[in-house]
Every structure is written in C-alpha cells, then in structure tokens.
C-alpha cells in the first residue's frame, strides 16, 4: 500500500533545496518584473483590455484542464460585466460560466488576499450553483464527508494514483493550510505560490473542483508577488499544455518524501513560459488598439463594430455573408452591403476566387 505525503510523520513541513533553482528563480523573477513594467506602459485603457483577455484565457483553460470546454463568448461576456467594460456581444448569462468567472476576479482582482473557510465555500458554491457535478449529487460548500482518490482506468482495472487524507482530519487539515496562508513567512512569494498549490490539491477537501479552486488560489499568491490586481499571464493555460507532466509530478511528489525541491522546479519552468507566453496577449491588445486608432473613422455603423472585434477577438469558422447576417439580426442583403463597405475601404479582404465557399478576412491579418 502506497504512502503519500500527508501520512509522514513531519507533514506538512515541507523542505526544498534552493540552490538546485536559484538561477531559475532569479529568471522568473527578473521576467515577472519586466512585464509588469511593460503592462505599466500600455496606459489604462489597454491593461484593461490585457486584464480581460487574461482572464478570459485564466477561465477557459483551467475548465478544460477539467474536460470542459466552455463558451468563449460567455465567458467574455460575463467577464466583462463584472469589469465594467464596455462589450457588445452575447447577452445571456450561464450559471456555471458566471460561478467560475466569480470566483476567478474575487481571487485576482481587488486588495483582499485573505483567506478563509467561508471564502472557500463560497467559491465552492460559484463553481457548482445546482449542486451536482454532471449527474452527481456533491457537498457544496462543505469539506466532503467521504473518502477521495484519485483514479484512472474501467471498471475492475482501476489504478489508485492518490488518496487523500480522511473526512475526519479535514478542519484541521484546512485550518492549518489557511493559517499558513495567511501569515507572513520568510519565503519567497512565488515558492509561496508553488508550495500553496501543491498543499491545497494534496488536503484535496472538497468533493470536486479541488483542481480548479487550487489554481485560484495559485492566482492569488501570484496576484499578490506581481503586487497589482491585474492579471497579464495564465498560469492554467501554461499548465493545460502541460497537462500531463502536471499529474505526473503531482502523484511522484505526494508519493515522495516532504523534500519537493522537484515540484517546484516543475512550477517555476511552467510560470516562466507563461510569463513568457504572456506577451501574445499584450501584442495582440497593443495591435487591436493600433487597429481602431486607424480604422475607427471608416465605419459606417455598430453592425461592422461588432463584427471587426470578433475576427480579433476570438472568431469560429470563416466569415460570410450568411454567419454575417445570422450574427448582426440581419438580412442577407444588409451583410452583404456592410461587408463590401469594409472591402471598399480596404480592410476586409475576400480570403479566396468566390463561390459558395467565398468568406472575408482582415486585410491586416490578426
């Protein structure tokens, strides 16, 4: 039988050494401190289009790391409500589109770092408002009364990659964990990040979105080290592409000892690409904003508006007359008539000879 991490005697005192990451720590943080001096730069407006664009990356990737693939209109949307920016697109709302995107900005985007079991269960609650997950029945906002593992494989070939601890030592279990949280150690704020993730996922207290919550949480240390309520890089995209060597180091570390030097040397390599990553975002924010600066004055009404953010925002399929028509409320005719003005004025552009398949893109590709 398996012994993991919160079995040892010492747990959790956990332990690392600092001089096997040293130079990789001194890179992220050198990297972190140049993109928050790069967000400075865009002025207001632009780090809250960054912001959002983040978190709208934050909400649809640390989903799909669980298997689900959510609306990305939804998500803007919901996002930017809750911001306050301006955003013509869906108007309906989803329960567990909204739940997620709540418990997303209460994590990054005001001064409030505290945590607490109340805030958790809140967050909890967010995440599944009917109270299942999928056909199942769970304990919201509550720590699970039941055993929990971790399995993979069919029926009668099920294979145990972790158990955690019992229903019975979850109070103390958490009480701990937030205390910790919430003092003033002398570490590092981004080992702060690292060990907070593994500790909260390794208690694993909640009957489900344990994954989803450990990462808010990972977001919030994180917020705090950048020291703005701003989000500019996604730590779950980076470990989405990842998402392998991500289970891989989680079940070798709760399987090891409480030294977990090779944890976060795993969650600094995937910090560092997302730092680096990051930058997709702002440039592609920067060259929208360059787009408007350029174009604002050639268009004819808000139909083209709309449409012109969506092919840079985050567009299905190709663009023709009958996807124009659907999506604006319109006639056939009118879409027709709106994109030739933009073809016109030279900034859309038909994408191939014609026919059925003919559909337009910008003229300076996005």
Request: aromatic share 10%.
């Amino acid at each position: 039988m398996a012994i993991y991490i919160h079995q040892l005697k010492n747990w959790p005192q956990f332990y690392w050494n600092e001089q096997e990451f040293i130079t990789l720590l001194s890179e992220v943080c050198h990297l972190q401190g140049k993109l928050m001096g790069k967000a400075e730069l865009l002025g207001f407006e632009l780090k809250d289009e960054a912001n959002l664009e983040t978190l709208i990356q934050d909400v649809l990737q640390t989903s799909e790391i669980e298997g689900e693939i959510l609306n990305p209109e939804l998500v803007r949307s919901s996002i930017a409500t809750r911001l306050g920016l301006e955003y013509s697109g869906l108007e309906q709302s989803d329960r567990h589109v909204d739940g997620i995107v709540e418990l997303m900005i209460d994590a990054t985007q005001n001064d409030n770092k505290i945590l607490t079991e109340e805030r958790l269960f809140s967050w909890h609650a967010a995440l599944f408002p009917t109270g299942r997950s999928g056909m199942h029945k769970i304990e919201v906002a509550n720590w699970r009364s039941g055993a929990m593992q971790v399995v993979s494989g069919g029926m009668g070939r099920e294979i145990v990659h972790y158990e955690a601890p019992k229903a019975a030592q979850l109070t103390s279990e958490m009480k701990q964990f937030i205390y910790w949280y919430n003092s003033e150690q002398n570490i590092e704020s981004l080992l702060k990040a690292a060990v907070a993730h593994l500790w909260f996922i390794t208690i694993h207290p909640f009957d489900d979105g344990n994954g989803r919550i450990a990462r808010a949480i990972t977001d919030m240390q994180l917020s705090k080290s950048d020291g703005i309520n701003q989000r500019f890089y996604s730590m779950s995209t980076e470990i989405n592409k990842q998402k392998k060597s991500y289970y891989t180091i989680l079940e070798q570390t709760q399987k090891g000892e409480l030294d977990i030097t090779e944890w976060i040397i795993w969650f600094l390599e995937c910090l560092k690409n997302s730092i680096l990553h990051s930058s997709i975002i702002v440039d592609k924010v920067v060259k929208k904003h360059h787009f408007w600066v350029k174009n604002a004055s050639l268009i004819s009404n808000e139909r083209q508006q709309k449409i012109l953010n969506k092919l840079m925002d985050n567009f299905d399929g190709n663009l023709n007359t009958s996807k124009w028509a659907k999506m604006t409320k319109t006639s056939p005719d009118t879409a027709l008539r709106d994109i030739t003005d933009l073809v016109n004025k030279g900034i859309l552009v038909k994408a191939n000879s014609g026919g059925r398949s003919t559909h337009y893109i910008l003229k300076d590709s996005f």
